[in-house]
């Protein structure tokens, strides 16, 4: 997904989103994890048993996101994706 924007920037708009997310859902999270390693967000998260983890990495012109989700999440997988999309659009829609 293009940026267009610097990556500290992309950063601060990825923390104030996740923030957001984590304000609104973390309840349904047993667990929950995030940090960074250099340009790359580091993730992951538990709900009703079934643990998802990824990266959120940013480049010079793009953020480039990948996800690792449990078996039995398998069919959920086009409306996760989807998801993803659509809000990482929203986030640099402005940019």
């Known amino acids: 997904m293009p940026h267009r924007t610097d990556k500290m920037t992309a950063r601060q708009r990825i923390e104030e989103r996740l ?8 309840h349904y ?8 390693e250099g340009d790359r967000l580091v993730f992951s998260g538990k709900a009703k048993g079934m643990k998802a983890s ?5 480049t010079d012109s793009e953020v480039i996101i990948d996800g ?4 039995l999440a398998k069919p959920f997988e086009p ?3 989807n ?13």
Do not use: C, M, N
Not at 68 to 71: A, D, R, T, V
């Open 19 to 26: 923030h957001q997310i984590l304000a609104t859902y973390g």
């Open 29 to 36: 999270l047993s667990e929950s994890d995030h940090h960074w």
């Open 54 to 58: 990824g990266t959120v990495e940013i």
């Open 68 to 71: 690792k989700l449990p078996l």
């Open 79 to 81: 409306r996760i994706k």
């Open 83 to 95: 998801t993803i999309e659509r809000e990482a659009a929203a986030i640099f829609r402005t940019a």
